[in-house]
């Protein structure tokens, strides 16, 4: 079985390009929405990962929505993952998010705050 997540479909940026690809990021709700899908869709084997094969002997679909918080400096704090299958990935999500999602600066200060669902379906060979 393989996972594909199908939440959205963009390509892989370093966050040093991100900051030169979206300098009005923060700023500019389109340009904000862009960059965050970008970071996210970069890190889908990350997530992939944590979904593994043991959660679609129940199910063949499943939705995972994040929620998080993109500080100033592009890093990101307070997050959650309500998940519907186990702890030990809702945990797993979470430290993706904190650890490896780098987000460019905030041209305009503050906090961001995310919720994005992922659609995770089995795919059988």
């Keep these: 079985m393989k ?3 199908v ?7 370093s966050c040093t390009s991100l900051n030169k690809k979206y300098p009005n990021f923060g700023v500019d ?6 960059a965050i ?9 990350n997530f992939q ?8 002997k129940k199910k ?7 929620t998080f918080k993109i500080t100033p400096e592009g890093t990101t704090k307070d997050a959650h993952a309500n998940y519907e299958i186990n702890d030990n990935t809702s945990g797993c999500m979470k430290k ?5 999602l780098k987000f460019p600066r905030n041209a305009k ?7 994005q669902p992922l659609n995770f379906y089995a795919k059988n060979n």
């Design 60 to 66: 063949d679909s499943f939705v995972v929505v994040l």
């Design 109 to 115: 200060g503050g906090l961001i705050s995310v919720t």
């Design 49 to 56: 990962k944590c979904v593994g094969e043991q959660n679609f």
């Design 29 to 34: 709700q389109l340009t904000t929405d862009t």
């Design 7 to 13: 939440s959205f479909v963009l390509v892989f940026l």
């Design 37 to 45: 899908r970008d970071v996210l869709f970069s890190n889908v084997p």
């Design 96 to 100: 993706v998010v904190l650890q490896d």
């Design 3 to 5: 996972i594909i997540l």
